[in-house]
């Protein structure tokens, strides 16, 4: 019999998603009949004997995962949540979710309340720069945790997130095949994918032959579209443009940025009667609904989703080696729309 070092190779040898045969050992009767007599077919081929009991024992397990999001409200983090909620589901956690609501103290605290829960492992995005960094890589110590989305340097075992340069390169790159070179407009960062998005912006304009022009709005929280708009009136008032293409560090400041426009009688597209040319970053789930149609580069959050789920019941089921720190970024996809 051929010897299975892990689940993840007797999933592969046996034909069956990860998910499913980790679904399998916790509960065979939580599986279809069918797909129980191929495992246990293949538990006849191979040599290979999960102690998953002994393992969850070892660490006082539930069958819980936590997944922490910086700000539930945002449709962005709402989607990949549900994402990640349904594969939870199918491999057979219970999905546990909280929000930060910005605050970093509320962070903290959801990160204390997780660790009397004895959870299987958590999903967190981090606030990021308004994270406390040395409670989170205490915390990542206690427990096995996946960081996404945001990411924070050397914290943690693995961190499953999206390629903010090659988002940013696609962008401005499209933007100058087709028009004037873009301005980025921003507001202070919350998070280090703003701090990115922008270093890329800089480095591609030059790249490009193009002054790079980074207008940023005053404000905080996570009233993005609010902050925009208020920000993107006074600027449009002031003529401070340097050209009609805008290039905003996120979807929901461009959703901000296209009210200001309405506001002021200007037209956004590139049709003949059109004054400005607006683009985003995230592939928001409402951009395509706004008016007109938002271009964009399109986060993916199924793969996302998908590879953080796998990777943290990898680590639960201590397939994940520990000396290594896993970095995985997936690439966007560029949307074009007719605002720009």
């Known amino acids: 019999m051929t010897k299975i070092k892990n689940m993840e190779e007797f999933a592969r040898l046996s034909g069956i998603s990860r998910p499913t045969v980790s679904k399998y050992f916790n509960d065979p009767s939580s599986v279809r009949v069918s797909t129980r007599e191929k495992i246990e077919k293949a538990l006849g081929e191979y040599d290979y004997r999960p102690n998953i009991f002994a393992i969850n024992q070892n660490r006082k397990q539930t069958r819980n995962i936590g997944v922490v999001v910086p700000y539930l409200a945002d449709p962005f983090f709402a989607e990949i949540a549900r994402n990640i909620e349904q594969r939870c589901l199918d491999a057979g956690y219970w999905p546990i979710l909280f929000s930060a609501h910005g605050d970093q103290k509320l ?92 270093f890329a912006y800089v480095q591609v304009m030059d790249r490009l032959g ?24 006074r600027m449009l008032d002031a003529n ?49 609904f706004t008016c007109p149609p938002l271009t964009t580069v399109a986060q993916d959050y199924e793969a996302v989703s998908k590879r953080a789920t796998e990777t943290l019941f990898r680590m639960i ?23 720009a």
């Open 240 to 288: 401070q443009f340097a050209t009609d293409t805008i290039l905003c560090s996120n979807d929901r400041l461009a959703i901000g940025f296209l009210s200001a426009c309405y506001a002021r009688g200007l037209r956004v597209g590139f049709d003949k009667g059109a004054s400005m040319r607006v683009a985003g970053i995230d592939d928001h789930p409402f951009s395509r």
């Open 107 to 198: 962070e903290v605290d959801i990160l204390d309340s997780l660790r009397s829960l004895k959870p299987a492992g958590v999903l967190l995005a981090p606030l990021g720069r308004r994270s406390d960094r040395a409670e989170i890589e205490r915390f990542c110590n206690d427990v096995p945790t996946v960081l996404f989305d945001s990411n924070i340097d050397g914290v943690g075992q693995a961190f499953i997130g999206s390629d903010n340069a090659h988002f940013v390169e696609q962008i401005v790159q499209y933007l100058c095949r087709t028009g004037a070179p873009p301005c980025f407009f921003e507001m202070d960062p919350v998070n280090p994918n703003a701090n990115k998005r922008r």
């Open 317 to 339: 089921d201590g397939e994940m080696p520990a000396a290594d720190r896993l970095e995985v970024l997936f690439e966007g996809k560029l949307v074009m729309r007719s605002s």
């Open 210 to 233: 193009h002054a790079p022009q980074i207008l940023r709005v005053p404000g905080t929280g996570w009233e993005f579209e609010r902050i925009a708009c208020e920000g993107a009136l």
